[in-house]
C-alpha cells in the first residue's frame, strides 16, 4: 500500500469516530487530511488555533485563497456561517472544553494513554503548540499515526521515552494497520484493517494488547 493510500486509509476511518454536531480540531500534518473526508450526512464545525471556526477542505487550485491558512499554514476553504478571530479566543474555545474531538498525529503512545507529539531531542523544533492545551481540554482525543517507526521500532510502546505531551489523555489510536482503544485496564484492540492479523498487530506493538470481540478485514 503506497503512503498516500496509507494517509487516506487512517484518516478516513478516523472521520468515522466524529459525530454529527461535533466541533473537531485536527492537528498538523496527516490530521488535517480528515477535513477531505466530513460526510455529507454530518454537520461538523473544524476548529483552528489561528482563529478559525469552520474549515471546509482543502481548495482545489482556482479556489485558493492565500490569507486563508489552518494552524499548520495550509491554505483551507472555510464553510457557510464560519467565523474569524484572534488566537486568544480559540485557546478560550479549547481550554473551556467547547471542543468535542481532536484528532492529533503522535509519536508514541504508551499503553497508559500517555502521548508524546511534540519534540524528538537534539532536533529543531518550533515548540509544542496548541497541542498541549487540546489534549486537555478536548473532551475525546483520538491519535492517528503509522504503527511503527521507519526504522520499524514500535511506537505504542509500555511507556513513552520521548518528552509527554500529557499523561494519561488519549481515548482511540488508529494506524495504517488497526484501530486501538484506551481503557482503564489497558489497551483493547477493537479492529485489525485489511491487509493485517491480530498477530501482525501484536507483534509491531510493543505495549500488552487486550484481544477480545475484534474486528478483521476492515477497509
Known amino acids: 500500500m503506497g503512503e498516500v493510500n496509507v494517509r ?8 468515522k469516530e466524529i459525530e454529527d454536531g461535533d ?3 485536527l492537528g498538523i500534518g496527516m490530521p488535517t487530511l480528515v477535513a477531505n473526508y466530513i460526510s455529507a450526512n454530518k454537520t461538523v464545525v473544524l476548529q483552528s488555533e489561528n482563529g478559525l471556526l469552520g474549515i471546509g477542505p482543502y481548495p482545489t487550485k482556482d479556489k485558493v485563497d492565500p490569507d486563508l491558512i489552518n494552524a499548520g499554514k495550509e491554505t483551507v476553504t472555510s464553510i457557510p456561517g464560519s467565523a474569524y478571530f484572534n488566537s486568544a479566543e480559540s485557546f478560550a474555545m479549547i481550554r473551556g472544553e467547547h471542543v468535542d474531538v481532536a484528532i492529533l498525529g503522535g509519536m508514541e503512545v504508551s499503553e497508559k494513554g500517555d502521548l508524546a507529539n511534540w519534540m524528538i531531542p537534539g532536533k529543531m523544533i518550533k515548540g ?3 497541542a ?4 486537555h481540554g478536548a473532551k475525546k482525543i483520538i491519535i492517528i499515526m503509522d ?10 510502546k509500555k511507556e513513552c521515552s520521548l518528552p509527554l505531551t500529557g499523561k494519561g ?5 488508529i494506524t495504517e494497520r488497526a484501530l486501538i482503544d484506551v481503557t482503564p485496564t489497558g489497551l483493547e484492540l477493537k479492529e485489525v484493517f485489511d491487509g493485517f492479523t491480530i498477530q501482525d498487530i ?8 487486550i484481544v477480545k470481540d475484534v474486528i478483521e478485514g476492515v477497509n
Open 8 to 15: 487516506e486509509r487512517i484518516a478516513r476511518r478516523a472521520e
Open 23 to 25: 466541533y473537531v480540531n
Open 128 to 130: 509544542m503548540g496548541g
Open 132 to 135: 498541549m492545551d487540546l489534549v
Open 147 to 156: 504503527h511503527v517507526a521507519k526504522d520499524g521500532s514500535a511506537k505504542i
Open 169 to 173: 489523555v488519549v481515548h482511540k489510536i
Open 202 to 209: 501484536i507483534d509491531s506493538t510493543e505495549a500488552t494488547l
